[in-house]
Structures are given as structure tokens and as C-alpha cells.
């Protein structure tokens, strides 16, 4: 297996000791790293587990991430951190940490996203669970599934057959995009935004949908 590397603050961490010992035990030869091409010092694995004196490696963590588009779904938020917790504990899982977000994921300021990103960039994640696979990503999973594996994590998708309410999904994605769009070219608090989307949500109430567009 592929040796991974950790910035100095991590390995920090993991030593349970400051960032200036560890520069301290590098002028004193204690400990190895590598610069990158960037000149930033990086220490492995295996030299880490040496100094902690581990035969096994850091343990990687299992992440549970769920998501609803909107603050009338937080019921369905709910079920969907049990049913991963649920599925986890019975397959013997461990290290678990959860993530959760709740709006379209078309927008790129999803917090629980970013800090799961964010981690498995380090390599500190085995594998992610999540109950559909559009809870992470709706358009180009593969590309997002990719990702994880060249960073040695794996995507459990609990359930292939998607989510119960597709369209208020998209109808919600959709008025993301077109927000997005709209910000650039009449800025965030323009009127005209806020137009826009209540004749969007009208025009789908008007076709008939059941009542699952939020007002």
C-alpha cells in the first residue's frame, strides 16, 4: 500500500506534541520528511507510526454524510443520520464521524461537504456512507467517485433507486442555478432575483405538484 503524507500540523497532532518539537526533532535528525515541490515539509505514515512505536496504522475514519434540500425536510435529515448509523454499527464500522447539509447540492458553500472534502484530501478517510447517491452529487458522480478512490476512499451508496421527491429536488436545484446566474448579473439583493424565483414557484404550483414546493 501507497505510504501517505501528512502536513506538520497533522503529524503534530497525531504525536500528541507542538509543531516547534517537531521542528526541533528535525534539526536533530529524530524524525524524516519530504518537501514537495512546493517546499513544504510532509512526513509519512510509517515514519510517524515509528515514532509512536505502532506496528498498526492510524485508523481511518468512516464518514456518514446525509443531506435534504430545505428546512421543512429536517424530519427526513433525521431518518437519514439513523439509517446510516444503523447500517455502520451493524458492518462493524468504526471511527465514525458524521457531516450533514441541508440546501441544494448545487451550492458550493455546503459546509458538511467541505470539511468531508476537506479531510479526505488529507487521506484520512476509508469510506463515506450516504442513503442516495444525490445526496452527495446529482450531476457527474463518477467524477466525485473518482476523486475519493485516488484519495483511497471508498462511496457506499445505500440505496441506488433515489429519493422519494425527485422533483421538489429539482425544482429546488433548478432555483439554484438560476439564483446563481442571476447573482452575477443583477447582484444578491436585487429584486429582480427575488421575482424571478416566486414566478418560478409559481409556475410549477401552477402545474400541479402536489403541494411539495416550498411557498
Known amino acids: ?3 501517505q503524507y501528512y502536513r506538520i500540523g497533522q503529524t503534530a497532532k497525531y504525536l500528541g506534541v507542538s509543531i516547534q518539537t517537531i521542528k526541533m526533532w528535525l534539526k536533530n535528525q529524530k524524525i524524516q520528511s519530504i518537501r514537495t515541490l512546493g517546499g513544504e515539509q510532509q512526513f509519512s505514515r510509517s515514519e510517524i507510526n515509528r515514532i509512536l512505536g505502532q506496528k498498526t496504522p492510524i485508523p481511518k475514519k468512516t464518514i456518514l454524510y446525509s443531506r435534504v434540500s430545505s428546512r421543512d425536510q429536517i424530519h427526513d435529515l433525521e431518518s437519514q443520520e439513523a ?8 458492518n462493524n464500522y468504526v471511527q465514525i464521524v458524521k457531516f450533514k447539509d441541508v440546501g441544494s447540492e448545487l451550492n ?19 469510506v463515506v456512507i450516504t442513503p442516495y447517491r444525490d445526496r452527495l452529487i446529482r450531476f457527474g458522480f463518477e467524477y ?3 476523486y475519493f478512490q485516488s484519495h483511497q476512499t471508498k462511496i457506499i451508496v445505500l440505496n441506488q433507486e433515489g429519493i422519494q421527491d425527485p422533483q421538489k429536488e429539482l425544482v429546488d ?13 443583477y447582484g444578491l439583493r436585487s429584486h429582480k432575483i427575488k421575482k424571478l424565483i416566486r414566478n418560478i414557484r409559481a409556475e410549477f404550483q401552477s ?3 402536489k403541494g411539495r414546493i416550498r411557498s
Open 1 to 3: 500500500m501507497e505510504d
Open 83 to 90: 439509517l446510516l448509523e444503523q447500517f455502520a454499527v451493524q
Open 108 to 126: 458550493p458553500k455546503r459546509l458538511g461537504f467541505t470539511k468531508m472534502l476537506k479531510r479526505i484530501n488529507n487521506q484520512e478517510v476509508a
Open 144 to 146: 466525485l467517485e473518482s
Open 173 to 185: 436545484d433548478l432555483i439554484a442555478i438560476i439564483t446563481s446566474f442571476s447573482d452575477k448579473i
Open 207 to 209: 402545474k400541479d405538484c
